[in-house]
């Protein structure tokens, strides 16, 4: 069992900066992969980026050069630190823990199975 509960989330002006946190309160972190999904008004969650227990680290492609994801094993806490924010990274960002395998080489949705709450960032 892991229960992830995401933080940082705000408002911020259009190039501006927000740090992301995402806490395991309960169970363990081992999850294989971490990732960062968001999920804006009207269009399908798609993934951010991901980091692996070995600290290796994916993008997507809007996100690429702009956000830095990385991890904390001890405090059980991986982070997403978003610089440059435009307009359209307005979206829920949600945190996400993955125990396949494969989770670094192949990154979509149906990998995770453990879920934060989500935090609003809203950029204008």
């Known amino acids: 069992h892991v229960q992830l509960v995401e933080s940082g989330g705000g408002s911020v002006q259009a190039g501006g900066s927000l740090r992301l946190s995402c806490t395991a309160r309960?169970?363990?972190?081992?999850?294989?992969?971490m990732g960062w999904f968001r999920q804006a008004p009207g269009k399908e969650r798609e993934g951010v980026g991901l980091?692996?227990?070995?600290?290796?680290?994916r993008y997507a492609d809007p996100v690429k050069g702009r956000f830095t994801i990385s991890r904390d094993n001890g405090k059980s806490t991986a982070y997403l630190q978003m610089n440059g924010l435009k307009l359209e990274d307005t979206a829920i960002y949600y945190c996400?823990?993955?125990?396949?395998?494969?989770?670094?080489?192949?990154?979509?949705?149906?990998?995770?199975?453990?879920w934060g709450q989500g935090t609003q960032v809203t950029v204008s």
């Open positions: 996400a823990a993955s125990s396949q395998y494969d989770c670094f080489s192949t990154f979509t949705v149906g990998r995770y199975g453990y």
């Open positions: 309960t169970g363990t972190f081992s999850s294989a992969c």
């Open positions: 980091i692996a227990r070995d600290g290796r680290t």
